[in-house]
């Protein structure tokens, strides 16, 4: 938090305390709703947080409700009259209605949905059933359409009649009598024109559109990659029925990216604030890729048992079994900057399975000029300082330098190929990247070491 935000919440909490409402409100009304929902959630306990709430300025009031986390809504809902909730869910966006909804239980949503209006209720029920990773569960329906026919005139009233009631009004949507998409047209386009020019003369008439069923991601890729503010969604039978603006492509592309982070953590997916997560959850989201990760570290150790009696009967046996840790410990880091790499640029729409053997070209020089760097540092300290405190020859620290060198080249490739097939087998490369990597190149990595120091020693 900021200096300035330190100030003004001191003087928040200052006004509420001392009961000056009017300076409170007053002060409220210059602050932004997420400013506003971060005080209540920091400063206030569960009881001042109903109160607080209630001397919000009517204007601010949902769109504070829309910032807050769950637990908070929940909380503020179950306190609310249905006279007070009508005001605060009737005031909001339908699709942050519907992302509110989707987090309460089956008695709050209930409430909601009777508290609503018919009209509403409908749209609601409607958003509710699309999939939750689809562009039609993070679509509004409330947009401003206008008729190719119109004047600029006309499209300018069109606009101050509905366009209260609708998340954007820089961006307007062109339809014919079925409702189909047939342009786009923006405000900045209409002040420009004179207010007797037609919108079909004025009108992008090849617009950019996603279908409802498409991937949320996808379509936040496709808002970046066009720089648009709001992006047209339209059913199988090219009719608009909703926007998504650039506000919820960015918390789509928020909780992906969180996600991903999630995953290749070895971390189950939890949308919760860390702090807001119950000892309970956090045990859930880790145990399992634990169990899993430790089940896979079996087989390095069932191959470390296969070498064990060949090892010692080396006279540097106890020495090779000294760098087995280093060893794999580099191989999985080396491993690993490749798959993120990767996996961010899958993620990113750089890449694609097509660009397999390119990729592969480019990593394998990148892994060799990284690998002679490691390898001759390597080389370097076992000479230098490992032999002070171990006995053993210029070939033993030759062998761990050259394993050292095979194993970061062969770790970068399965670091950059395994994330590819698991996108083409329509996996996901997050998922794959850390137990999957981990297993393979530390397994590899022992077989290498074991089978030279062996045949060479």
């Excluded at 503020?76 to 009259?81: D, E, G, T, Y």
């Excluded at 194993?407 to 399965?414: N, R, Y």
Aim: aromatic share 8%; charged share 25%.
């Amino acid at each position: 938090m900021t200096d300035e935000m330190e100030v003004l919440f001191e003087k928040l909490s200052a006004f509420y305390e001392e009961r000056k409402y009017a300076d409170l409100r007053i002060l409220l009304l210059d602050m932004e709703p997420t400013d506003i929902a971060a005080f209540m959630e920091e400063n206030l306990d569960d009881k001042d947080q109903i109160r607080f709430f209630r001397l919000l300025p009517k204007e601010l009031a949902s769109d504070v409700f829309v910032e807050i986390d769950s637990d908070t809504q929940e909380h503020l809902i179950k306190s609310f009259s249905d006279t007070e909730l009508k005001a605060v869910i009737d005031d909001m966006f339908l699709d942050d209605t519907v992302d509110i909804i989707e987090e309460m239980p089956a008695n709050v949503v209930k409430r909601i949905l009777a508290t609503s209006t018919a009209e509403n209720r409908k749209q609601l029920n409607e958003l509710l059933e699309y999939p939750d990773d689809s562009a039609g569960s993070i679509m509004t329906t409330e947009f401003v359409a206008l008729s190719a026919d119109m004047t600029v005139k006309d499209a300018f009233d069109k606009i101050r009649k509905t366009g209260i009631n609708s998340e954007t009004i820089y961006t307007c949507y062109v339809t014919d009598g079925k409702k189909h998409l047939i342009g786009v047209v923006t405000v900045k386009k209409l002040l420009l024109a004179q207010m007797t020019d037609i919108i079909r003369d004025v009108m992008d008439d090849a617009p950019i559109s996603v279908e409802t069923l498409e991937d949320k991601e996808d379509v936040a890729m496709k808002l970046s990659k066009y720089d648009f503010l709001a992006l047209p969604v339209v059913d199988k039978e090219g009719c608009i029925v909703g926007i998504v603006t650039v506000d919820d492509a960015v918390d789509v592309l928020q909780e992906e990216a969180t996600e991903d982070i999630q995953k290749m953590a070895a971390i189950l997916p939890n949308e919760k604030p860390y702090l807001k997560q119950s000892t309970g959850n956090i045990w859930k989201a880790r145990i399992p890729w634990l169990l899993l990760l430790m089940v896979s570290a079996t087989f390095t150790s069932m191959i470390l048992s296969g070498y064990e009696n060949k090892l010692a009967l080396l006279p540097t046996g106890a020495i090779l079994y000294a760098f087995v840790p280093m060893l794999m410990d580099t191989a999985g880091n080396a491993g690993g900057q490749s798959s993120v790499t990767v996996i961010r640029a899958l993620a990113l729409n750089e890449i694609e399975f097509k660009d397999i053997f390119q990729i592969i070209w480019k990593e394998l020089r990148v892994s060799i000029l990284l690998a002679l760097t490691v390898a001759a540092v390597c080389f370097a300290k076992l000479m230098l300082i490992d032999r002070l405190y171990n006995n053993f020859e210029w070939n033993v620290a030759a062998i761990v330098s050259g394993v050292l060198f095979i194993t970061i080249v062969m770790a970068k490739l399965v670091g950059c190929i395994l994330p590819l097939i698991a996108k083409k087998c329509k996996l996901d490369p997050a998922v794959v990247a850390s137990p999957f990597i981990t297993t393979i190149v530390d397994a590899l990595s022992l077989i290498i070491y074991c089978s030279i120091a062996i045949a060479l020693l």
